[in-house]
């Protein structure tokens, strides 16, 4: 991998280091009840979770067991109902709503199972999006766009639209997109999830290098096995609670299995 990608500053941490990181992530009873028409949805019940920098960690569990709400209090895309949320050891729980949008921008990157790209906008262009944002003048701008994306290997596709690319290459780009603002941690709800099986091998490879090789950290939502299989961490979730939460420790690496 070339080029800017990745957490800089950042050592890769490789399984837990010998000397005590702080929590990355610390949920405390993190709770999420949504109230619609009368109804109570308790989508979280009580999660107590911590992660510590570096992690790459699964959270698997069936549909409707609140994975997806758990990802958007991670990533302080939604306010927890109860319980306490520190990010990087601040306490981010009842921060307004602009506070949480300038903590995300700065510390995470979003990957989606449905890409979210820009349907009019080549690849650069998706890339850059956030950029403009943060007010990065067009020139440099440009040349991060154009290293982001060689270095996720679509340096061939700057100028293409995302209906004019595969599915693995659309997720590339988004992947690009969320790294573009130099994040230490990876948020990605079902990654694979729209993708066959030989790209959801790459994007996975994708993960794990900018885990293993920049030390940024990956939290990645999914239903499939395998996926799970090259985490350090699983946790699973059913019913809004984790009811496993299993290590690797240093796992054998596999190589190029299928
Ligand atoms: N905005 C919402 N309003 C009402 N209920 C919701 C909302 N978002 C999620 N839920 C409910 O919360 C539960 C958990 O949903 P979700 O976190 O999306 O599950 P998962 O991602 O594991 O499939 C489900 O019962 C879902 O219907
Ligand atoms: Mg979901």
Redesign the pocket.
């Known amino acids: 991998m070339s080029g800017p990608v990745g957490h800089s500053g950042a050592e890769p941490t490789a399984g837990v280091p010998g000397g005590r990181a702080p929590f990355l992530i610390e949920g405390r009873g993190l709770r999420r009840v949504?109230s619609?028409g009368g109804v109570d949805?308790v989508?979280l019940a009580s999660v107590d979770l911590a992660i510590r920098p570096g992690e790459m960690l699964a959270i698997i569990?069936p549909?409707?067991?609140?994975?997806?709400?758990l990802m958007a209090l991670l990533g302080c895309l939604d306010r927890p109902t109860g319980g306490t949320y520190l990010l990087e050891g601040r306490d981010v729980t009842h921060l307004s709503d602009d506070d949480l949008s300038a903590v995300r921008n700065k510390t995470i990157g979003f990957v989606f199972q449905s890409f979210h790209l820009l349907p009019r906008s080549t690849a650069r262009e998706n890339v850059e999006l956030p950029l403009i944002y943060a007010g990065v003048p067009r020139r440099e701008r440009r040349e991060r766009s154009k290293a982001l994306l060689e270095s996720v290997g679509l340096g061939h596709r700057l100028d293409h639209r995302p209906n004019q690319m595969s599915g693995g290459e659309n997720q590339r780009v988004a992947i690009a997109r969320a790294l573009v603002n130099d994040p230490g941690l990876i948020l990605a709800d079902e990654p694979t999830g729209n993708l066959d099986s030989r790209s959801g091998t790459e994007i996975l490879g994708l993960f794990t290098r900018l885990n293993r090789e920049r030390g940024v950290s990956v939290i990645l939502v999914t239903h499939d096995p395998r996926v799970a299989e090259q985490c350090d961490r699983v946790i699973e979730?059913f019913d809004g609670l984790v009811v496993r939460d299993s290590r690797k420790g240093d796992a054998p690496s596999r190589g190029g299995a299928a």
């Open positions: 949504f619609t949805t989508a569990g549909s409707g067991s609140g994975k997806s709400t979730i």
